[in-house]
């Protein structure tokens, strides 16, 4: 009875996600230029410095290609060579969400801010939503959060370094994304919606195949 109602949660879960990414695409699609887009941008911009600049650049980083591919191959073959063969496998699978993403972006085609609305610290290419580096950071470090928090001989001091490291990441990258002039505030918030949409079907998988295979 716990587990179909536990399941059944997660399931209305999804689809609210789902239909959230899907009304919030279909608005931007239509209204490409929004005015609470700019004043947000408006408003944390205000608070630049140079020193601040590296600070957000450096938080995307991990997110800049060929940069985002390397860390992830890098993280997966870790895991692989640690005797984690499936944990391995399974963040290998984050790559394929450059593809879902690049097919969004062409599908809404929203332009990329510019010099005219907001201050660009980072030229960037592709279409603007949604945003390719808050979708991979949610989907990645978002996954790297739940394996360390279920694999049970990784040492304590790992587990903590790199779940407290992963949170970083995901909670920082829509604002530094957003202070780099690379992308509207709706553009983190759907690939936000749109990470989360990714990580339900990779750990449904990775828990199932654990319990059938533990």
């Keep these: 009875m716990y587990t179909l109602l536990k399941r059944n949660t997660l399931i209305f879960i999804l689809a609210i996600l789902i239909v959230s990414f899907a009304t919030l695409s279909f608005f931007i699609a239509q209204h490409p230029i929004l005015d609470f887009d700019i004043k947000t941008s408006l408003f944390i911009q205000q608070f630049h410095a140079d020193w601040l600049d590296k600070v957000m650049l450096a938080i995307s980083f991990f997110g800049e290609l060929p940069y985002s591919l390397l ?36 599908v809404i085609n929203r332009p990329r801010p510019t010099a005219f609305y907001v201050r660009l610290v980072e030229v960037n290419r592709f279409q603007s939503y949604p945003s390719g580096h808050v979708l991979s950071y949610t989907l990645f470090f978002g996954f790297l ?62 828990f199932k195949k654990k319990q059938v295979n533990p």
């Design 145 to 206: 959060i739940i394996l360390m928090n279920n694999l049970k001989d990784i040492p304590k001091l790992t587990k903590n370094i790199v779940t407290y490291l992963s949170a970083f990441l995901i909670i920082t990258i829509a604002p530094s994304r957003i202070y780099l002039g690379a992308h509207w505030f709706t553009d983190t918030v759907g690939g936000f919606l749109l990470g989360l949409i990714c990580l339900f079907p990779l750990c449904y998988f990775y």
């Design 71 to 106: 860390s992830v191959v890098v993280v997966a073959a870790i895991f692989y060579w640690q005797k984690y063969k499936r944990e391995g496998i399974f963040i290998s699978t984050v790559l394929l969400s450059g593809l879902i993403i690049l097919g969004i972006k062409n």
